[in-house]
């Protein structure tokens, strides 16, 4: 069968690789759809952190059960969605629950060898049964988890005024789950396609862009500052503004990955009594909200798809994604 492999920023290779065999514990399994992240993209351009050539890309994956592991409760035909975060599960992160944050953290696709194939194996403990999602739900999962587990870590309630900086796929994810959750929703982004889309198309709630009166804008909106804040836009002026944007006793989520130093007013933070916390990935129970959100079409993000790619094609349809104007999320259609 083939195989597609990263092998350097800007070049793909099919190799013909040999069936996978399942070892204890793990089941083999169909590739059906995979999306694209933005982690990928940044790996084909050369502007992925923690990552090494050749790889073979995708961890957004909805997969169908080939052979299942002996006494799982899997059977064949099963469509699962697979958690990509293979975590210890003996250092103190893991004991204690946090599994996202594991010490020896290994996620599919960027520390090993991912979905970019027909057939892969995949750990059982890793596999969530979704027969009622379309592949192309299933393979949505993944991004959505990371933005309920940041909006959980937001400790939104009903009528919370909440705003969601930066409207990429994670954003979106977040600001879909914080409505769900009740909240009274902003959203923001440079993007004006972007805003459009959040607030037309998913109806997530009033949309504003970043300028110099964005302030006054959310002032105004809410005649408060927000009580919740997440920044899903991996920006450093965007994360330091948090602190002037939220208010007295707010949250402050950051969802969003900078490799660098965010700067912090003690005092207005002491002052404001502001709670800053981080979100990172997703743990197994946000999988399975996701999976339950979508089933009873709490959540509906399928219109988040906006280009669908072809398996046979990806050696040269990836790369056209880099710089895409317009692009939410692309879809690999198996």
Same mark, same amino acid.
């Given at each position: 069968?083939?195989?597609?492999?990263?092998?350097?920023?800007?070049?793909?290779?099919?190799?013909?690789?040999?069936?996978?065999?399942?070892?204890?514990?793990?089941?083999?399994?169909?590739?059906?759809?995979? +999306?694209?992240?933005?982690?990928?993209?940044?790996?084909?351009?050369?502007?992925?952190?923690?990552?090494?050539?050749?790889? *073979?890309?995708?961890?957004?994956?909805?997969?169908?059960?080939?052979?299942?592991?002996?006494?799982?409760?899997?059977?064949?035909?099963?469509?699962?969605?697979?958690?990509?975060?293979?975590?210890?599960?003996?250092?103190?992160?893991? *004991?204690?629950?946090?599994?996202?944050?594991? %010490?020896?953290?290994?996620?599919?696709?960027?520390?090993?060898?991912?979905? @970019?194939?027909?057939?892969?194996?995949?750990?059982?403990?890793?596999?969530?049964?979704?027969?009622?999602?379309?592949?192309?739900?299933?393979?949505?999962?993944?991004?959505?988890?990371?933005?309920?587990?940041?909006?959980? *870590?937001?400790?939104?309630?009903?009528?919370?005024?909440?705003?969601?900086?930066?409207? +990429?796929?994670?954003?979106?994810?977040?600001?879909?789950?914080?409505?769900?959750?009740?909240?009274?929703?902003?959203?923001?982004?440079?993007?004006?396609?972007?805003?459009?889309?959040?607030? @037309?198309?998913?109806?997530?709630?009033?949309?504003? $862009?970043?300028?110099?009166?964005?302030?006054?804008?959310?002032?105004? @909106?809410? +005649?408060?500052?927000?009580? *919740?804040?997440?920044?899903?836009? +991996?920006?450093?002026?965007?994360?330091?503004?948090?602190?002037?944007?939220?208010?007295?006793?707010? @949250?402050?989520?950051?969802?969003?990955?900078?490799?660098?130093?965010?700067?912090?007013?003690?005092?207005?933070?002491?002052?404001?009594?502001?709670?800053?916390?981080? %979100?990172?990935?997703?743990?197994?129970?946000?999988?399975?909200?996701?999976?339950?959100?979508?089933?009873?079409?709490?959540?509906?993000?399928?219109?988040?798809? %906006?280009?669908?790619?072809?398996?046979?094609?990806?050696?040269?349809?990836?790369?056209?994604?880099?710089?895409?104007?317009?692009?939410? $999320?692309?879809?690999?259609?198996?």
């Amino acid at each position: 069968m083939k195989s597609l492999n990263l092998i350097e920023p800007g070049k793909f290779s099919f190799q013909e690789v040999a069936m996978p065999q399942a070892l204890a514990g793990e089941t083999l399994v169909k590739v059906l759809s995979c +999306g694209v992240c933005g982690s990928d993209i940044h790996a084909m351009s050369g502007k992925q952190p923690f990552f090494s050539y050749p790889r *073979r890309l995708g961890h957004e994956l909805c997969v169908e059960v080939v052979s299942p592991a002996e006494g799982s409760e899997l059977t064949a035909g099963d469509r699962c969605v697979v958690e990509p975060y293979y975590f210890c599960g003996e250092c103190f992160a893991c *004991r204690t629950g946090k599994t996202n944050c594991c %010490s020896n953290l290994q996620v599919l696709g960027i520390h090993f060898d991912g979905g @970019h194939t027909p057939f892969m194996t995949v750990p059982t403990q890793y596999l969530h049964k979704a027969n009622q999602l379309t592949p192309e739900q299933a393979a949505l999962v993944e991004p959505l988890a990371i933005g309920a587990h940041a909006v959980s *870590r937001a400790e939104i309630s009903e009528g919370d005024p909440v705003v969601i900086l930066g409207m +990429g796929t994670i954003g979106l994810a977040a600001a879909l789950f914080a409505k769900a959750a009740g909240a009274n929703l902003l959203v923001v982004d440079v993007d004006d396609n972007r805003l459009q889309f959040a607030e @037309h198309t998913l109806q997530l709630g009033k949309a504003y $862009k970043v300028g110099a009166t964005l302030q006054d804008d959310i002032y105004q @909106h809410f +005649g408060q500052l927000p009580e *919740r804040i997440i920044d899903a836009t +991996g920006n450093e002026h965007s994360m330091n503004a948090c602190f002037d944007l939220v208010e007295v006793g707010g @949250h402050v989520v950051f969802v969003g990955l900078h490799l660098g130093q965010v700067k912090i007013d003690v005092e207005n933070f002491v002052n404001k009594g502001i709670t800053l916390a981080a %979100s990172r990935a997703a743990i197994s129970d946000d999988f399975k909200q996701v999976i339950d959100a979508i089933s009873s079409g709490a959540i509906d993000p399928t219109p988040m798809i %906006s280009q669908t790619l072809q398996f046979d094609q990806l050696d040269t349809q990836l790369l056209e994604l880099i710089g895409q104007p317009g692009l939410i $999320k692309a879809l690999i259609e198996y």
